[in-house]
């Protein structure tokens, strides 16, 4: 009921930034000190991740001349919400999104990379694991795919940031716009 009224009111991608963020932002700390069980905080995002699914297929806004993008989570991520609120916003701005979800192995995300030549790729990390193994898949994937943006993002104190031609790393929503 919260989100349904959030959103009427301030419509979906104020919902997400004023309200659901914040949120999540909150639940994230509560369940990083035992204050909150994973069943909650799972509970709420699969009600969100519902609602973000659902207005997406609402949408039937086109472009004249639409971009392909390829979105998914690597190996080990399965932290959706994110990756569902840009495709809702590329797919509101009238582009294409072939949305692969989540834990995809990188060999499936290089055929279909060659398959649909999308404009850009894009991809989100939120669970830790090392820097190092993060940083040589972002590079392997930008290599696989020059000539294509490749957005990274997610946890920015996750990665390096280290410097590939065609990868940019993302800090926020606005970024994304």
Do not use: C
């Not at 949120?23 to 509560?30: H, P, Q, R």
């Not at 969100?48 to 004249?64: C, D, G, P, Y």
């Not at 639409?66 to 495709?87: C, N, Q, S, T, V």
């Not at 993002?153 to 790393?169: C, D, H, I, M, P």
């Amino acid at each position: 009921q919260t989100f349904d009224a959030a959103n009427k009111e301030l419509g979906m991608h104020n919902t997400m930034m004023k309200v659901i963020y914040p949120f999540l932002y909150k639940t994230g700390i509560f369940w990083s000190v035992n204050n909150a069980m994973p069943a909650q905080e799972h509970f709420a995002s699969n009600i969100i991740r519902k609602k973000l699914i659902t207005a997406t297929a609402a949408l039937s806004v086109k472009n004249k001349k639409p971009k392909k993008a390829l979105l998914f989570l690597p190996e080990g991520e399965w932290h959706e919400i994110g990756l569902l609120f840009a495709d809702h916003i590329i797919r509101s701005k009238g582009h294409n999104v072939y949305y692969l979800g989540q834990n995809v192995p990188y060999d499936n995300v290089y055929a279909v990379a060659e398959a649909v030549e999308p404009d850009m790729l894009m991809m989100f990390y939120v669970t830790p694991k090392p820097q190092e193994e993060i940083d040589k898949e972002i590079k392997m994937l930008a290599v696989k795919n020059a000539g294509k943006k490749v957005l990274v993002a997610g946890n920015t104190t996750l990665f390096s940031k280290k410097k590939e031609k065609n990868v940019t790393y993302m800090t926020g929503v606005n970024d994304l716009e």
